[in-house]
Each structure stands twice: as structure tokens, then as C-alpha cells.
């Protein structure tokens, strides 16, 4: 692993030498640009429009525009600055629980080994926060950028989440469309809480993949190899009329044995009901009327759940 960091945590009068290393990894194909007519990559220049020319790394420096076309300049050194002594430091202040922390805070994670010095430091810290159950909440500035962070225990090691300031995360009130009081139908809830029952497993992260990374990933050795690529044909979505069916037909799935209903099972209803309707309309002059449902507006008036189980 790569060191991007170097420092130490400190809590109280203690110092715990530390070098951290990222925790996770994008894992997204990287495709360049082309030229298409002659199949050309594509680079970028970094050019002044008023000098017209190309422009050096060190010419370059950084500025806030705090009008339109007029900016203040602060050169590495200034900024570097500003950040002062905290850049070597993860500063514990207050210490928590896990579970207090909403998981939209959590930002970035990242591993936190011992020094080259200060190993029983590390230890006693892991220790501590591991009999306690508490986490610490620090502050930290990694590459001129202040972020508030999560000092936690995963496995033998300590763990850091960077998080989000408050003043970063929007306020669900911002989201549109939101229902003030949520108006459900006590059958239809009782149900998705058994599809939900029904579904839950422990988390076993090895058991979700990229799909769309596999199929591109074979898409990329079949054209190395000179092959033609075979789009399959999507699968066309039905709409969903009734929520209660949807859910029953979802709870039937998933027991033991269930069958998911297949595109036929789901149309089978809908041609009885219209065979039903024709003989009702071929009874003899002196019977009651026959009375049509009216027709469900398509791609409108869908709930999210309906969405899902009628895919």
C-alpha cells in the first residue's frame, strides 16, 4: 500500500505516531477520449486565452473569483499556511457512539497504521476504543483540505472515516414532492413488512458485483479478440395496477419453492377478466348492464414499490 499520510493522533497529552494508507479503491474502466475519424487519444492543453499561449505547472497558481472576472490570489505556501501545525495531526475532541453518527456524514475511509515509532501508543489506543465501544471525533487536514473524522476499531485495525461538516449536508426539506404525513393502506403496508421480513439476510458484502464493470470488461476482451458484440434484448416492463397483487405475487416468490411469475402468469389474469367481461356483454336484453372498470393510466400515479416489484 501507498503512504498518503503521515502524522499522529493525538487525545488529550498523548501522541500516536501514525501513517495512513487509502482503504478503499475506484475500480471504474478507464476510457479515453478519441478522435473518431482517425482514432487519435485526445490530450488537453492548458491554455491562457489572453496570452494565447500554452501555460507551464509554474505559472500557474490559485484565486477566488469574488466577482465576476476579478479574483484574490494565494500561492501553495499561503494556503499551506492557513492549514498551519494540523496538517500533522488527527486531533481527538470529543468521544461517541457508532451509532449516533447518521450514515450521510461518512465520506471517505481510511487505514491508520502504527509509525515507525510509538507502537505500544497505537496498542493502548486500539484497546481503549475497542473495551469502550466508543469512537473518536477528530479534526484533520489531508492535502489543505479541513474535514471533521471518525477515529474507529475495524479488526486489528485503527480506522478513519473522514466526514462531513454539518453545514454540507442539504436539508431533506430541499427534496421536492416530499408527502408531509405519509398516507399508506394498512393491508398493503402489513404485506411489504413480510416482503421485507422475508428478504432480509445477513450483510454479505462478496455476494454483490459491478455488473455493468463485468459485462463492459468482456465487451473490451471481445472486441481485443475481433468479435462482433451482441446487445441482449431488453426485457420490456409491465405496468403495475394493483399494488396488493404485486406484493402478494412478490411474497409468493420468495418462499421456499416460490416461482417468479413470469410475463404470461401476469397477463393470464388480464385475459380471463376480458373473456368475463365479452360474456357478460353477450347476456340477453333484460339483464343489468355490465360495468368496465376504468383504465389505468400508464407511466402516472406508480409508486416507487410498484416500481420495484413490477419490474
Known amino acids: 500500500m501507498h503512504t498518503v499520510w503521515k502524522g499522529a493522533i493525538s487525545f488529550g497529552l498523548v501522541h500516536v505516531p501514525v501513517k495512513m494508507f487509502a482503504a478503499t479503491e475506484e475500480k471504474d474502466i478507464a476510457m479515453r477520449m478519441i478522435h473518431k475519424p482517425c482514432t487519435t487519444p485526445l490530450s488537453y492543453v492548458r491554455?491562457?486565452?489572453?496570452?494565447?499561449?500554452?501555460?507551464?505547472?509554474?505559472?500557474?497558481?490559485?484565486?477566488?473569483?469574488?466577482?465576476?472576472?476579478?479574483?484574490?490570489?494565494?500561492?501553495?505556501d499561503e494556503l499551506e499556511s492557513l492549514?498551519?501545525?494540523?496538517?500533522?495531526?488527527?486531533?481527538?475532541?470529543?468521544?461517541?457512539?457508532?451509532?449516533?453518527?447518521?450514515?450521510i456524514y461518512f465520506q471517505k475511509t481510511y487505514y491508520l497504521a502504527p509509525g515507525d515509532t510509538g507502537a505500544g501508543a497505537y496498542s493502548l489506543l486500539h484497546e481503549a476504543l475497542n473495551q469502550t465501544g466508543k469512537i473518536g471525533l477528530a479534526t484533520v487536514s489531508i492535502r489543505s483540505k479541513s474535514s471533521l473524522a471518525a477515529i474507529r476499531i475495524v479488526d486489528r485495525c485503527i480506522v478513519m472515516e473522514t466526514i462531513f461538516y454539518p453545514d454540507e449536508i442539504r436539508p431533506v426539506a430541499q427534496v421536492p414532492n416530499l408527502p408531509e404525513v405519509p398516507k399508506v393502506n394498512e393491508k398493503e403496508l402489513t404485506m411489504a413488512k413480510m416482503l421485507i421480513e422475508q428478504?432480509?439476510?445477513?450483510?454479505?458484502?462478496?455476494?454483490?458485483?459491478?455488473?455493468?464493470?463485468?459485462?463492459?470488461?468482456?465487451?473490451?476482451?471481445?472486441?481485443?479478440?475481433?468479435q462482433e458484440i451482441q446487445a441482449a434484448p431488453q426485457q420490456q416492463r409491465t405496468n403495475v395496477i394493483d399494488l396488493m397483487a404485486a406484493l402478494q405475487a412478490s411474497l409468493d416468490a420468495v418462499k421456499p419453492g416460490g416461482v417468479v411469475p413470469t410475463e404470461a402468469a401476469k397477463a393470464a389474469p388480464k385475459a380471463k377478466s376480458s373473456k368475463a367481461a365479452k360474456a357478460k356483454d353477450e347476456k340477453p336484453a333484460g339483464s343489468e348492464a355490465p360495468v368496465t372498470a376504468p383504465k389505468a393510466k400508464k407511466g402516472k400515479g406508480k409508486s416507487d414499490l410498484q416500481e420495484t416489484v413490477g419490474s
Not at 52 to 75: A, H, M, N, S
Not at 199 to 226: C, N
Open 199 to 226: 428478504l432480509s439476510v445477513p450483510f454479505e458484502p462478496e455476494k454483490y458485483t459491478d455488473e455493468y464493470r463485468s459485462a463492459l470488461l468482456e465487451a473490451i476482451d471481445r472486441k481485443v479478440s475481433g
Open 83 to 103: 492549514a498551519g501545525e494540523a496538517t500533522k495531526e488527527i486531533k481527538i475532541l470529543d468521544f461517541v457512539d457508532l451509532e449516533e453518527i447518521d450514515p
Open 47 to 76: 491554455k491562457c486565452s489572453t496570452c494565447e499561449t500554452e501555460v507551464e505547472w509554474e505559472e500557474i497558481t490559485k484565486g477566488y473569483e469574488y466577482e465576476p472576472g476579478r479574483f484574490v490570489l494565494f500561492d501553495k
